[in-house]
């Protein structure tokens, strides 16, 4: 808690980080505010969108792109540490390099304990409004995406903390980072078969919010093979503590 109340004092003052949290949620609201207004055959769109049970792995499917914008939040705080020097000056009055990425880490996941928790008040309010079904049944019997997404969310912003601890500039870390995970990936992707590639980072993570009706999908184009959500949870956690590892050896080894 000590590590935490420390980042917090550091963050808490840095507009920037509220901007950018403030772009993801004003984003996320936007779209689904918007989705739930257009109107197909003279039938609201969000009458569809918004039934329980299937709001929840719509919702987490819509709310996983930004991660993106979680993982850019996570790389401007650290990246402008080194920045400031702040990141060695921690290091000096005593905090061990395994406490300096623990606190990082202690960061990401209150971030992703925030997307996560907004994304439940967003799917309790739009589902009461526009489900023809609020049973508790409804409400919660897949409610299990939600932790699903918040296991997505900490492994894309701890990739993101690996990038930013390695380049150590927040935009070739920001650029890094989204080549990799929307080039690089899936580029290696292509050139391997399904029953390999799906336990690959980036595939692995998008199989815990998978794409609504992809089965229907798969049938009139080429089946795409990929775990289940419960399946992939655990190469998720398994990413979360390599990545986590790297970015403690990357640290370890170079001057600060």
Same mark, same amino acid.
């Given at each position: 808690?000590?590590?935490?109340?420390?980042?917090?004092?550091?963050? @808490?003052?840095?507009?920037? @980080?509220?901007?950018?949290?403030?772009?993801?949620?004003?984003?996320?609201?936007?779209?689904?505010?918007?989705?739930?207004?257009?109107?197909?055959?003279?039938?609201?769109?969000?009458?569809?969108?918004?039934?329980?049970?299937?709001?929840?792995?719509?919702?987490?499917?819509?709310?996983?792109?930004?991660?993106?914008?979680?993982?850019?939040? +996570?790389?401007?705080?650290?990246?402008?540490?080194?920045?400031?020097?702040?990141?060695?000056?921690?290091?000096?009055?005593?905090?061990?390099?395994?406490?300096? +990425?623990?606190?990082?880490?202690?960061?990401?996941?209150?971030?992703?304990?925030?997307?996560?928790?907004?994304?439940?008040?967003?799917?309790?309010?739009?589902?009461?409004?526009?489900?023809?079904?609020?049973?508790?049944?409804?409400?919660?019997?897949?409610?299990?995406?939600?932790?699903?997404? @918040?296991?997505?969310? +900490?492994?894309?912003?701890?990739?993101?903390?690996?990038?930013?601890?390695? +380049?150590?500039?927040?935009?070739?870390?920001?650029?890094?980072?989204?080549?990799?995970?929307?080039?690089?990936?899936?580029?290696?992707? @292509?050139?391997?078969?399904?029953?390999?590639?799906?336990?690959?980072?980036?595939?692995?993570?998008?199989?815990?919010?998978?794409?609504?009706?992809?089965?229907?999908?798969?049938?009139?184009?080429?089946?795409?093979?990929?775990?289940?959500?419960?399946?992939?949870?655990?190469?998720?956690?398994?990413?979360?503590?390599?990545?986590?590892?790297?970015?403690?050896?990357?640290?370890?080894?170079?001057?600060?």
């Amino acid at each position: 808690m000590n590590l935490l109340r420390t980042e917090f004092r550091k963050i @808490f003052p840095y507009r920037t @980080f509220w901007i950018i949290l403030a772009v993801y949620v004003l984003l996320l609201l936007l779209i689904l505010y918007t989705s739930s207004s257009i109107q197909i055959n003279n039938k609201a769109l969000g009458d569809e969108t918004f039934q329980l049970p299937g709001l929840w792995m719509r919702l987490t499917y819509v709310a996983h792109f930004f991660n993106l914008l979680l993982g850019i939040l +996570v790389i401007v705080l650290i990246t402008d540490e080194y920045s400031f020097r702040t990141i060695r000056q921690q290091v000096i009055d005593g905090l061990s390099r395994a406490e300096v +990425v623990l606190a990082k880490f202690y960061v990401v996941l209150a971030l992703a304990v925030f997307s996560t928790v907004f994304i439940l008040v967003l799917g309790l309010y739009f589902g009461l409004v526009y489900s023809s079904d609020k049973s508790m049944q409804a409400l919660f019997s897949q409610i299990d995406y939600l932790p699903y997404y @918040f296991v997505q969310a +900490v492994a894309y912003m701890t990739l993101a903390m690996l990038f930013a601890f390695i +380049v150590r500039k927040s935009g070739l870390a920001i650029i890094a980072f989204i080549a990799y995970t929307k080039i690089v990936e899936p580029l290696i992707h @292509f050139n391997l078969p399904d029953h390999i590639d799906k336990y690959f980072p980036m595939k692995a993570l998008d199989s815990l919010t998978p794409m609504p009706g992809q089965d229907l999908f798969g049938q009139l184009t080429s089946p795409i093979e990929q775990l289940s959500p419960a399946m992939a949870t655990l190469p998720a956690l398994l990413y979360v503590g390599l990545f986590l590892l790297l970015t403690y050896a990357v640290l370890k080894m170079r001057d600060l």
